[in-house]
């Protein structure tokens, strides 16, 4: 079984920063993407930023110049340092691997409070 584990949520203050961290454990699979999504109270599930096996990067516009998504392939991790942080970035962040064979695995969420 595939599990993908979040850490590194938590409260801070407008302006500051956090980094979140995944692993992913068992049967581990190929994956070609690996990327952070969040979902805020009320709205939509939304990409933040991924990543390719190889490097290829995407951010959402609301996170470009103040988020920063890197991976290491061999220990299977993914991070997300998130800077200058804002009220709006308040949500739940999940990460997820999209894997060769079309499968998506989701982590259960770590909470990202911004709030003085």
């Known amino acids: 079984q595939v599990q993908l584990v979040e850490s590194g949520g938590g409260l801070v203050q407008p302006g500051g920063s956090l980094r979140l961290s995944c692993a992913v454990s068992?049967?581990?699979?190929?994956?070609?993407?690996m990327g952070w999504y969040r979902q805020a109270p009320g709205k939509e599930r939304e990409m933040a930023a991924r990543?390719?096996?190889?490097?290829?990067?995407d951010y959402a516009d609301s996170v470009k110049g103040r988020f920063t998504i890197s991976r290491d392939n061999d220990k299977n991790t993914v991070d997300l340092q998130m800077n200058s942080l804002k009220p709006e970035d308040t949500a739940v962040y999940y990460c997820?691997?999209?894997?060769?064979?079309?499968?998506?695995?989701w982590g259960r969420g770590t909470q990202v409070t911004v709030s003085s």
């Open positions: 997820s691997g999209y894997s060769t064979d079309g499968i998506t695995y």
């Open positions: 068992g049967a581990i699979p190929a994956l070609n993407s």
């Open positions: 990543i390719t096996r190889g490097g290829w990067i």
